[in-house]
């Protein structure tokens, strides 16, 4: 791994690595980060804490990508997605998945009506909760494949196929999947190659020892005010497509494919420590998120172009639901999010090396 091609000071572009931006992009980029605090202020008036998980979810819708959301029951997770439903003037439906639930449980199916010519009846479909443009998908290991792989589809597509006819999802759209890590006991856990269609694991720990104190003050009393919208789904997805345009470096390019190859032990100059404790890596699609998430994170927080830091800091989870460990990292407590951040290292060590 050369030094020049993880961090080249210089561009393709002549103007040392920095890529352009129009003046007219600068301008929106402004304009979003500030709506970007004034949605942090509304969370802030429903959700104590939890900053880092909010940014995330943000960053992923940004990035057209979904999320799978890990944490124990009672964290608000549901109550920080159906607020920036809120805030954002954008539909919301929960889907609590079952064993029993069925996939036209979640897409919709057509129902024999009566017409409007008398003594005649005709099929009307009835949309389904994914018609929606956030979706909780709660617990979705609990459901069987079948059911797991209706939402996926929509999820890849952004639509459902029923009756066979193809009918498109609203937009925009997003879905935010959660699993519980502490009840696995009659669960369906979703294979690689499923994890793989989700842009981010994010985990929801506990919050601290004062926002604990600030939640058993504040929500034990009256409730506070409704929450304002700050933006629309039209002006959403004029910020979705902003993002796209956002400036890569060549040299951010680059470091987002080698921290990814970094991450497969068949590959040819791989670690030996990746070797040992690494039974597969990420794809090519981790590559794809690392730099979308880069770009996202890059404007929310005041900057014109995706920079290292971006990339380091959606590395953990872009990464830790597309790393399998084997049996000898786990006895040696050793984990996906261990194995990133000593990727990661080894990467700011070739540099300063």
């Given amino acids: ?4 091609i993880l961090f080249s000071p210089e561009g393709s572009d002549g103007n040392g690595g920095n ?6 992009d600068v301008k929106a980029i402004d304009a979003m980060r500030g709506k970007y605090g004034a949605m942090k202020d509304e969370m802030a008036k429903v959700i104590i804490g939890q900053e880092d998980v909010i940014e995330k979810m943000l960053i992923c819708i940004l990035s057209r990508g979904h ?3 890990m944490g124990v029951p009672g964290l608000a997770k549901t109550m920080m997605v159906n607020s920036l439903s809120q805030i954002m003037s954008l539909s919301f439906n929960r889907i609590q998945f079952t064993p029993d639930l069925m996939p036209s ?11 409007d010519t008398p003594g005649r009846r005709e099929f009307q479909f009835v949309k389904g909760p994914i018609f929606a443009n956030i979706i909780l998908a709660d617990e979705i290991n609990r459901t069987p494949p079948k059911t797991q792989s209706a939402l996926l589809e929509a999820m890849q597509e ?4 029923t009756g066979g006819e193809l009918r498109r999802l609203d937009e925009p759209f997003f879905v935010l999947a959660t699993q519980n890590p502490i009840e696995q006991e009659g669960t369906y856990p979703l294979p690689e190659a499923q994890l793989d269609r989700f842009m981010f694991l994010i985990t929801v ?5 004062q926002e604990e104190k600030r939640i058993a003050r504040e929500t034990t009393v009256a409730s506070a005010g409704s929450l304002t919208e700050v933006i629309d789904g039209p002006t959403l997805m004029e910020y979705q497509d902003l993002v796209e345009r956002v400036p890569v470096p060549d040299h951010v390019y680059d470091a987002a494919v080698d921290l990814v190859r970094m991450s497969r032990p068949g590959y040819d100059n791989a670690l030996e420590w990746i070797k040992k404790w690494v039974t597969w890596g990420a794809g090519p699609r981790a590559v794809q998120y690392l730099v979308r998430g880069a770009k996202a994170r890059a404007v929310l927080h005041g900057s014109y172009l ?5 990339i380091e800091a959606v590395a953990e989870p872009v990464l830790t639901h597309r790393i399998l460990t084997n049996f000898q990292a786990q006895s040696e407590a050793v984990d996906s999010p261990y194995v990133i951040r000593e990727l990661l290292k080894t990467q700011r ?3 300063s090396g």
């Fill in 1 to 4: 791994m050369s030094k020049s």
């Fill in 19 to 24: 890529p352009q931006v129009s003046d007219a």
């Fill in 67 to 69: 999320s799978l959301l």
């Fill in 105 to 115: 449980d979640i897409t919709g199916t057509d129902i024999l009506q009566e017409s």
């Fill in 158 to 161: 952004h639509h459902v196929t």
């Fill in 205 to 209: 720990d506990y919050p601290s020892e």
């Fill in 306 to 310: 995706a920079r290292m830091e971006d």
């Fill in 349 to 351: 060590e070739a540099v």
